[in-house]
């Protein structure tokens, strides 16, 4: 069984920090990683993914990955309280094809 | 534009009953899915279809049934046999290129 980890929280940041969300998954030969953002009673929408070492920036967010220690992080920068949602890490493991394997959230929480 | 429609959004069910939810996407996709979602859990995949007439059981089939007979459609049938089905059930299809998961609105099923 392929798992993905994610700390359930609540994380809580204040308006105008930065929220920091981590992710570790066990299949060492995952490609493909996603950040989805879940707004209560809603689908997911994607945030960003990413597929080599390293960062990739996106406005103000910025996903972070490092294969070698197998986990994948989101910083969201200047936090508002309109990103206070449930985040949603998803891996595609090596010989899964293209089904995606999804962590139980992490909630963040900005207090204005 | 292009997207996934699930219907109904709300359905109340009683115990007993087989229940159908009509997934419909035109993004001309391949590969369709199914997730359940239950409160404080991640996504748990129970059916996918790779190509029409096609399609395999995720981490959680028993009690559920699909069809693919068009490439647009995949319905989610929910069985008397699901011992406890009231969850929040998505619907989704893949973008081949990128990985990227697109979601429907999805469908709250409650038994009563």
């Known amino acids: 069984q392929k798992e993905v980890e994610q700390n359930s929280g609540p994380l809580s940041v204040p308006e105008g920090a930065i929220a920091s969300l981590n992710c570790t998954y066990s299949?060492?030969?995952?490609?493909?990683f996603f950040w989805y953002r879940q707004y209560s009673g809603k689908s997911p929408e994607l945030i960003m993914f990413i597929y080599s070492n390293g960062d990739k920036e996106d406005g103000r967010f910025t996903a972070q990955l490092n294969k070698a220690s197998q986990y994948v992080s989101l910083l969201i920068r200047d936090s508002q309280p309109s990103d206070s949602a449930t985040y949603l890490c998803a891996v595609i493991p090596m010989e899964y094809g293209n089904k995606l394997v999804f962590g139980a959230g992490t909630i963040l929480r900005v207090k204005s | 534009d292009g997207g996934i429609t699930q219907s109904p959004k709300y359905l109340f069910r009683k115990e007993g009953q087989n229940v159908t939810l009509s997934c419909e996407q035109n993004l001309n996709h391949d590969a369709m899915y199914w997730y359940r979602q239950d409160p404080g859990q991640g996504l748990r995949l129970i059916y996918y279809s790779q190509i029409v007439n096609d399609f395999q059981k995720g981490d959680i089939a028993e009690g559920y049934s699909v069809s693919r007979e068009k490439k647009e459609s995949f319905p989610l049938t929910v069985t008397s046999a699901q011992k406890n089905p009231t969850a929040f059930y998505l619907c989704?299809?893949?973008?081949?290129?990128?990985?990227?998961?697109?979601f429907g609105e999805g469908s709250r099923l409650t038994v009563l």
């Open positions: 989704a299809s893949i973008a081949d290129d990128t990985g990227e998961l697109f």
């Open positions: 299949d060492r030969g995952s490609q493909s």
